[in-house]
Structures are given as structure tokens and as C-alpha cells.
């Protein structure tokens, strides 16, 4: 998962692999143009939104093929209780000024509780363990192009039936997972590293410009000013 707290203005719209939950934390928050009375919204993958937030959100983005991404897509009852255990954890760090890392901690730790019955029951008919093995892989080594069949023989699948099981169960293509992938690992090093060309070398990107546009198609800013509102709320 990733998290990102603060207001949500200038946001294009985009759309990306991660299920999107988005909670307010002070005040309204507008999706596509449409207020949202409920205090939360749920984003399903690849279908263009545009937030906008002139009070702080918590916008957490999560991997649907994860435990907790399949709660979230086939859960029906309990998403308002457990959106506001979350924005009650993430007041209480901002509160105390813990870091944003130590706040995804929290979450994290507080979803794991939170689905495990469900993980123990219905989950487990949806999983498949070739592709969850792929998927470890990928995200270990989300700073190289590593090819299809090399997983695929990794995980003893052909190509083909790889990249077949792969869509289905991740609802992407192995491509854009990659690229996904390497973007959510090129954050930290964009809020600390003055070039964006050399994050965008050091993750596998063409040059800054396949980076950039990337970028902007997922998140609805340009990695410039991403790094911009990072330094204004620091």
C-alpha cells in the first residue's frame, strides 16, 4: 500500500492499477466534479477520477492482487466502519507528527486484523499462488525490465499461459504492472533526488519524459509538481 495525506488541488483526470480509497479527514472532498457525503470514496482500478480537496484527505492506494485489495473489492458491509478506524489512525499520527511511514505501519497492521477472517474463508478460491510468487518477484526487483518468460519459467508456467493468468487475476497486463510498479518505487527517491532524469534511468524509465508521462497518467500530477506539494506541506 501507499499513503498520501494533504489536500488534493491542480489534480488531472488519471487512472492507475491500485484501488484507491479516499477518506476526509477535515471537510468535503469532490470526485469527477460530484461531492462525496459519505466521508469516503472507493476508486476500482483503471477507471479515470479526478479528486479535488481544499482540506486534508488520506488517499491509500492498494494493490488489488493483495488480501486486503480483494476485501475491498468484494466487500460489501463493513467499508464505512473500517474507513473510519482508518482515518482515526491517521489523525492520531498526524496529531503527533509521527512519520508517513509509521502511519502506513498502523494501517497496515490495522487491515491485517481486519480481514482475516475473510482471508481465511473466501479469499484463498480466488488465489493463485503462481502469480502471487510473480508478484514477489516483481516488486523485488522493481528496478530492472525483467521479461516475461523469465518469470513464467520461474514460476513453471509457458509465456503464454503466464501472461493469461497474470490479467486475469491482477486485472492488468504483466507491462503496466511493471511500470506501476516501478513508479510506487520511484517515490522516495523522487522526494530526495534533484533530477527527476536520474530516478527515471535508475527505475528502468526510456528518459525523463516516458517518467513524466507516466506519471501523470497515474496520479494526475506531473512528478514536478508532486515533489512541489511534498515540499510545501514539509
Not at 514477489?136 to 513453471?156: C, F, K
Not at 486475469?168 to 507491462?175: D, F, G, L, P
Request: charged letters at 20%; proline letters at 3%; one cysteine or more.
Amino acid at each position: 500500500m501507499a499513503l498520501i495525506i494533504g489536500t488534493v488541488t491542480d489534480n488531472k483526470p488519471h487512472r492507475h492499477y491500485a484501488i484507491q480509497l479516499t477518506i476526509a479527514l477535515e471537510g468535503d472532498f469532490f470526485v469527477n466534479g460530484n461531492k462525496v457525503d459519505t466521508g469516503f470514496h472507493l476508486q476500482p482500478v483503471l477507471q479515470s477520477h479526478q479528486i479535488s480537496a481544499t482540506d486534508d484527505v488520506v488517499v491509500l492506494l492498494v494493490n488489488p492482487a493483495t488480501s486486503f485489495g480483494d476485501w475491498l473489492t468484494h466487500v460489501t458491509n463493513d467499508l464505512k466502519q473500517c474507513c473510519l478506524v482508518i482515518a482515526s489512525l491517521v489523525k492520531s499520527g498526524v496529531k503527533t507528527k509521527e512519520s508517513a511511514n509509521k502511519i502506513l505501519l498502523a494501517v497496515e497492521q490495522f487491515t491485517e486484523q481486519y480481514i482475516e477472517r475473510y482471508v481465511a474463508t473466501l479469499a484463498p478460491t480466488r488465489q493463485e499462488q503462481r502469480i502471487n510468487r510473480a508478484l514477489v518477484i516483481l516488486e523485488e526487483n522493481s528496478q530492472a525490465i525483467t521479461p516475461a518468460h523469465d518469470i513464467a519459467n520461474r514460476v513453471g508456467l509457458s509465456t503464454s499461459r503466464f501472461l493469461h493468468l497474470f490479467k486475469q487475476h491482477t486485472q492488468i497486463t504483466y507491462r503496466r504492472l511493471q511500470l506501476w510498479l516501478k513508479l510506487m518505487a520511484s517515490i522516495d527517491k523522487l522526494l530526495t533526488e534533484r533530477s527527476i532524469t536520474d530516478v527515471a534511468y535508475c527505475y528502468g524509465f526510456s528518459d525523463s519524459a516516458h517518467y513524466s508521462r507516466t506519471f501523470k497518467e497515474c496520479f494526475g500530477f506531473s512528478p514536478k509538481v508532486f515533489k512541489t506539494m511534498y515540499i510545501q506541506k514539509n
